[in-house]
């Protein structure tokens, strides 16, 4: 493989750590693969010895000029928490806490001027924090807010599409407000905390939501004042807590667009469960109490009711029934 241009390299080992020698890479480079111009890696070294590999030893032999005097030039950086050496831009994490992301000059060879290049890596942030940052998240597609507001100086909101809210603090008018005018791509709302309906009063309707989870909905307050789909009139796909069977066919005809639904029935008393043992009383049920199911019956559901209650439900929107499909847990194929 004398003409090899690019190569990459996922090891992990049980203990060896002749794969962090920088050095010895080198020379191997030089006499077996003198054409290589792309180098990437990530070596993972369990059991390492601390003491004869720190990351001053280890990075110092990664910092001569046959690494860094070349374009592209080869940077690495190591994680010493878990033992990895990896090359930058390529290895750099995607997943963060905001709090967690603190580059230390001794853990990479990348100079400062170019840290700007790990914050352009992460596609997936979690800002558990207030604390300022000297670069900005560009790339950020999944966003967790743990916190109650969001340092727009350090986040390009503007690329989010997924948007999981955990924080019970949040005002939902402001949050809302954030969504439409600075998150013009978001499309999956998470809201995971119990709020009260009465805070989506005079809140100009999320259009751009087309997949909405609500896990805590039946332990919010006012939750039957305030159509949902008033606020969220286009979505499609919904996982959400409920408290009845009542409130579930209440949501199957409010949501016009809806193909996909998962309801947990929470606070089951044992009434709920029982009236679901029989199939034929839960196929019956579905088209008794909804108006659009007895109108279209092709839709297909699934009851899992192992521990907690779950029913999955698909509502199909073509003009031809779907198949049946088989599995070995219960599922059930209902059409006209």
């Not at 860094?68 to 928490?81: E, F, G, H, K, M």
Request: net charge neutral; charged share 20%.
């Amino acid at each position: 493989m004398p003409y090899l241009q690019q190569l990459e390299l996922i090891v992990s080992s049980g203990g060896s750590s002749n794969l962090l020698e920088g050095n010895q890479w080198e020379i191997f480079i030089k006499k077996h693969l003198p054409f290589l111009s792309m180098f990437n890696f990530k070596f993972q070294i369990i059991n390492i010895d601390r003491n004869n590999y720190n990351e001053k030893n280890i990075l110092s032999q990664f910092s001569s000029s046959f690494w860094l005097n070349r374009n592209p030039t080869w940077y690495v950086a190591y994680n010493i928490d878990d033992f990895i050496l990896y090359t930058v831009p390529r290895f750099a994490p995607r997943t963060i806490k905001h709090s967690l992301l603190s580059i230390l000059p001794h853990s990479t060879t990348l100079p400062v001027k170019q840290y700007f290049i790990y914050y352009n890596q992460i596609n997936e942030l979690e800002l558990d924090s207030n604390d300022k940052s000297s670069y900005r998240y560009g790339n950020v597609t999944q966003l967790i807010l743990s916190i109650t507001k969001i340092d727009e100086s350090i986040i390009d909101l503007s690329k989010v599409k997924y948007l999981c809210v955990k924080s019970l603090s949040w005002s939902l008018k402001k949050l809302f407000r954030i969504i439409k005018t600075s998150m013009t791509c978001l499309y999956h709302l998470k809201i995971d905390f119990n709020f009260s309906m009465v805070q989506l009063s005079d809140i100009y309707p999320l259009e751009q939501i087309r997949i909405l989870d609500l896990p805590q909905f039946s332990c919010s307050f006012n939750n039957n004042n305030i159509e949902l789909c008033s606020i969220f009139p286009c979505v499609e796909r919904l996982t959400i807590g409920i408290s009845s069977l009542h409130q579930m066919s209440h949501i199957i005809d409010q949501f016009i667009n809806l193909s996909s639904g998962s309801f947990h029935i929470m606070n089951d008393q044992g009434d709920i469960s029982h009236t679901l043992t029989e199939t034929d009383t839960v196929y019956k049920w579905l088209i008794e109490k909804t108006n659009r199911l007895a109108i279209d019956r092709r839709f297909t559901y699934r009851l899992d009711s192992q521990s907690d209650i779950w029913i999955h439900l698909w509502i199909s929107s073509e003009n031809i029934p779907p198949e049946k499909v088989s599995y070995n847990y219960l599922f059930f194929l209902c059409f006209k």
